[in-house]
């Protein structure tokens, strides 16, 4: 298995993919991130087309067991995010 690519390997290459500098392409993988955080901090979803679709799940208050010791204890609830992988993406991987 190869090594995941690096912020700066996406950078080039969506710069590429675009025809504009890295500078550009930066900024604009930037402002995606953002806008994905923020919108799934405040309990929202959003589609990437041809990727998929991250959401925010919130569990409930739930008992966890320490596996070290074996003590039961109650672990608060939070939320967890979730990514839906898009029927394109698999089709391409397993095409």
Partial sequence: MSKP????????AVAEAMGSDKKTAG?????????????????????????GKVACKARPERQVRNPATGETMTKAA???V??????ALKDVVNG
């Fill in 5 to 12: 690519m690096t912020k700066t390997q996406l950078v080039a």
């Fill in 27 to 51: 900024a604009a993988l930037d402002a995606i991130a953002s806008v994905v955080a923020a919108e799934v901090a405040a309990g929202g979803s959003v589609a990437l087309p041809g990727l």
């Fill in 78 to 80: 939070d939320k967890q």
């Fill in 82 to 87: 979730k990514f839906a992988i898009a029927k």
